[in-house]
């Protein structure tokens, strides 16, 4: 698999590989957090979510894990396809229960 | 089950034109939220609707209104439109407003020359 220490714009994965997709949030106060994933010309697809109670949670193929000490959190993907090519977003929710984005990871799955 | 939809798709208008956004939230969703994306950026948030009031409003200026009809559609205004306007403009909808889960659909994307 590919780990990505920092938050980075692209991560280029070779199909059947596992993924793991960074993100550090910037609210402390947040305590709920999501991951979309958004293909072209389409909106944001929910993915996972995890509570601030929480420090790991696994869906299919999917985990995310959050580290509130450092206010980070990641999505991990076991056996990236072809289909997973897409742009991931991570979302915190504050109080005031918008959602906040963060940049996005392009993430290009290699045949 | 449909999920939510948004209409028109595209659009295309000019500088200083008024253009309105139309969402149909998921069937029993209450809470409707605009966010503007801008090529390469993530969404920002514009606004919430939930029971037909404005429950919050992101750092937009005063030419950006919205409203909630009785049976939880949406409208998004932008009035006076800038270049700076262009953007893919969603909708998402949610059970309750203080349910976490937002579902998106597809997206406006509005083009101004």
């Known amino acids: 698999g590919e780990s990505v220490g920092l938050h980075l714009p692209t991560l280029s994965v070779q199909e059947g590989d596992n993924s793991i997709i960074n993100c550090a949030y910037s609210n402390s106060a947040s305590d709920y957090f999501i991951w979309y994933k958004q293909e072209s010309g389409k909106g944001p697809q929910f993915i996972i979510d995890?509570?601030?109670?929480?420090d790991k949670r696994q869906g299919q193929r999917v985990t995310v894990l959050l580290n509130k000490t450092v206010k980070h959190l990641s999505l991990q993907i076991a056996a990236t396809q072809p289909g997973d090519s897409a742009v991931y977003f991570c979302a915190e929710r504050s109080n005031d229960y918008k959602l906040s984005f963060g940049a996005g990871t392009t993430v290009t799955v290699r045949a | 089950d449909a999920g939510v939809t948004q209409s028109p798709t595209h659009l295309i208008k000019t500088r200083g034109q008024q253009v309105t956004l139309r969402c149909s939230p998921i069937?029993?969703?209450?809470?409707v939220s605009w966010y503007q994306q801008v090529l390469g950026q993530g969404p920002q948030f514009i606004f919430q609707?939930?029971?037909?009031?404005?429950?919050g409003r992101g750092n937009f200026p005063d030419r950006f209104s919205a409203r909630q009809f009785p049976n939880y559609s949406s409208e998004l205004n932008v009035n006076a439109l800038l270049l700076g306007d262009s953007a893919l403009y969603l909708c998402?909808?949610?059970?309750?407003?203080?349910?976490?889960?937002?579902?998106f659909g597809p997206g406006t994307r509005l083009t101004v020359l």
């Open positions: 609707y939930y029971e037909k009031e404005e429950r």
């Open positions: 998402a909808s949610s059970l309750l407003q203080s349910t976490d889960t937002q579902y």
């Open positions: 995890i509570r601030s109670n929480m």
């Open positions: 069937s029993g969703h209450k809470s």
